[in-house]
C-alpha cells in the first residue's frame, strides 16, 4: 500500500502489523511531525485512517488474485 500521507512511497506486508512496522523508518524520514507532535486523539485518527487504507489496499490485493 501507499503511504497515507504522501502516497509516494510504496509498502508491501502481510498483516497490518508488519505493515506498520515497514512503514516506520519512511515515517521517521519523511513524517517525523506525525510521530513526534501528535497527540492522542490525532493518533487514533492516524491508526484510522491506516487500518482504512489498509483495509482497502489488502481487498484490491485480493480481487486482483
Ligand atoms: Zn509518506
Redesign the pocket.
Given at each position: 500500500m501507499?503511504?497515507?500521507?504522501?502516497?509516494?512511497?510504496e509498502f508491501e506486508a502481510d498483516s497490518w502489523q508488519t505493515m506498520l512496522v515497514a512503514?516506520m523508518p519512511?515515517?521517521f524520514e519523511?513524517?517525523h511531525d506525525v510521530i513526534s507532535g501528535v497527540t492522542e486523539p490525532s493518533r487514533e485518527g492516524w491508526m484510522t485512517r491506516f487500518m482504512d487504507a489498509y483495509r482497502a489496499a489488502s481487498q484490491r490485493q485480493k480481487n486482483e488474485l
Open positions: 501507499a503511504c497515507i500521507d504522501c502516497g509516494a512511497a512503514m519512511h515515517y519523511s513524517h
